[in-house]
């Protein structure tokens, strides 16, 4: 299993006595532990230049969130979005993508930041569901973080996945890029869990994905989580494109089906390599020599820099041939942060709101006739 061991373990004086902390220390004993006092030590490291950002990813901070736990994902302006929200139980992620978001959006954070009060965070998940009951939840936590990397030491799931197990109306997502699935094998997920991973060939793990599994890992850690009685996720997100990539692509797609059974695949993702300008800028300081960034990408509207639309109608519609051609059209795919002239040209089809992909993206629901459409399409 994948292991990663921070180099320090910060702790807020009032989160001394949770079971995450409990759990930490048993699992950690060799790391050098402090308890600090709330936001005093936070100051004493605040504000490091962006070149120390991979330094800040081994200083494992838990402190208690004072906030809201869950919010709406915030999508990407003028593009389809999924209607999906986020439980952030952690800030920043151990392992280093070249192009990591988190690079622009955490660039100046002092640590890796878990949050021990995961009481609240059932407490409030719990009145929002209840509140909601006829509305269906689709929710995750890998918005700002990897959901299973940290598993191991802080042992999360095993207090939300018998929590959501039990809700009719939500289905928890766990995204990651590790084989830390462990503690998951032993809880009964009751078909309200989905483990899904990001996946690319293996030549983009070597050369983008510092410090993750690799692709066999991660397709059996995918094996042993559907036999369990997971469902599971595959997030092609993002694609890259270079001299192969048709050839390794299509091999993954393959792979993938020969591993695990698409009738326990809840849905598929796509979606190309963005940036911002912010975020080459980052990727320039930290990692000059990704190839990502000779990429060539032009301004949308929503201010993120992507390859020209041609290409990425033609890498989504290659990777649909190959996904239809080794799983039927009940498993769903969808596109991640694109326009509807880009749906339209994939599927033959876009969503008209953001309700009606949520909708479809329920699992409860086999398949809606607009999936039928977009197979029909593309067949
Ligand atoms: S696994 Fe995800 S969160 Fe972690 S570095 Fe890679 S892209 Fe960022």
């Not at 990407?76 to 988190?102: E, K, R, T």
């Not at 191991?152 to 207090?159: A, H, Q, V, W």
Request: aromatic share 10%.
């Amino acid at each position: 299993m994948l292991k990663f061991e921070p180099e320090e373990i910060l702790i807020e004086r009032d989160c001394e006595s949770t079971a995450m902390v409990r759990r930490l220390k048993a699992a950690l004993p060799q790391v050098p532990l402090k308890v600090v006092d709330h936001g005093r030590e936070q100051v004493t490291f605040a504000a490091p230049p962006a070149a120390d950002f991979g330094a800040a990813k081994k200083r494992l901070y838990i402190a208690k969130h004072k906030g809201d736990f869950l919010k709406k994902c915030p999508g990407s302006d003028g593009q389809v979005c999924c209607n999906y929200f986020v439980i952030n139980f952690a800030s920043n992620c151990p392992m280093d993508c070249s192009y990591c978001y988190l690079q622009e959006y955490l660039a100046h954070n002092p640590a890796l930041k878990v949050f021990a009060n995961v009481d609240d965070l059932l407490a409030e998940a719990d009145e929002l569901l209840n509140k909601h009951r006829r509305y269906f939840f689709r929710i995750g936590t890998g918005e700002i973080t990897d959901s299973l990397i940290l598993d191991p030491y802080i042992g999360f799931t095993r207090e939300v996945v018998p929590f959501f197990a039990e809700q009719p109306n939500a289905l928890l997502e766990l995204k990651t890029k590790s084989n830390c699935v462990e503690d998951l094998l032993t809880l009964d997920p009751k078909e309200r869990v989905v483990v899904s991973w990001s996946m690319n060939p293996q030549t983009v793990i070597d050369e983008e994905e510092h410090g993750t599994a690799s692709l066999l890992e991660r397709l059996e850690a995918a094996r042993l989580c559907q036999d369990a009685g997971y469902r599971l996720g595959f997030h092609f997100d993002p694609m890259i494109e270079y001299t192969d990539w048709e050839r390794d692509y299509e091999e993954l797609v393959e792979q993938l089906f020969a591993t695990v059974d698409w009738r326990r695949v809840s849905w598929l993702s796509l979606g190309v390599l963005r940036n911002t300008p912010g975020l080459k800028r980052a990727m320039r300081e930290r990692l000059p020599r990704t190839r990502l960034l000779a990429a060539e990408q032009v301004p949308n509207p929503d201010g993120k820099l992507r390859y020209f639309q041609p290409l990425r109608i033609e890498m989504y519609r290659k990777m649909l041939g190959w996904i239809r051609r080794s799983a039927p059209p009940t498993v769903k795919v969808y596109l991640c942060m694109e326009s509807k002239h880009v749906w339209q040209e994939v599927f033959g089809y876009a969503p008209s709101c953001e309700k009606e992909l949520g909708a479809q993206l329920d699992p409860r629901k086999s398949w809606a006739r607009n999936w039928i459409r977009m197979y029909n399409s593309v067949s």
